[in-house]
């Protein structure tokens, strides 16, 4: 039996016209072809450009991310469940590719921001007489060569001034250093 299916848009509940593809809603509860909730491209597009973000907010609590944005028209959306994939974010309020793609790319400022202290990679060299290492964190400061030595309370003394919170991360890589041989600490 050969049927008839009008494009009608579920949106604005006109009738369009298709060229190569059709925009429909995903639903899974949809069982029927002539179910499909289709969308016209005008739909299609006004809500793609509704969708421009201007800023976002990003926090995290007990493991879980959350995110409230600002739209360019206005709109804000607070509090957001927030997953992260490999180049998107994935909220639990439908927006286009290109809008998850932007909030990954403020996702990724906010962190590196976040672990702009944090080690990333330090690498200790013993040489006699002088030990030292070479450090980068995820905010791009580094320290090259830095010659150091525990004192007799066991602090870290180091040649020229570093950030505290640095040399405490460069003493407790030190201390994996010591238990496991390996000169070269990465972070996960
Ligand atoms: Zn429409």
Known sequence: ????????????KKLFTAKKHLYYRNNFATQNFA????????????WESFWEITSASFREENCYY????????????????????????????????????????????????KRKDLLKECIFNEEFMKTTFTCTTY?????????FRFNRKGELEVEREV????????????QLYEITGNNHFKSK
């Open 1 to 12: 039996m050969i049927c008839t299916l009008n494009l009608r848009c579920s949106d604005c």
């Open 35 to 46: 179910d499909i909730q289709l969308i016209c491209d005008s739909c299609y597009n006004n």
């Open 66 to 113: 959350y995110v409230d944005i600002l739209l360019a028209n206005g709109e804000e959306y607070v509090n957001l469940d927030c997953t992260p994939l490999d180049d998107i974010i994935v909220t639990n309020i439908d927006m286009p590719l290109a809008a998850k793609k932007h909030l990954f790319a403020l996702y990724q400022l906010w962190l590196d921001e």
């Open 139 to 147: 905010g791009g400061i580094e320290f090259k060569d830095i010659a």
């Open 163 to 174: 950030d505290t919170k640095i040399l405490e991360q460069v003493a407790e890589a030190w």
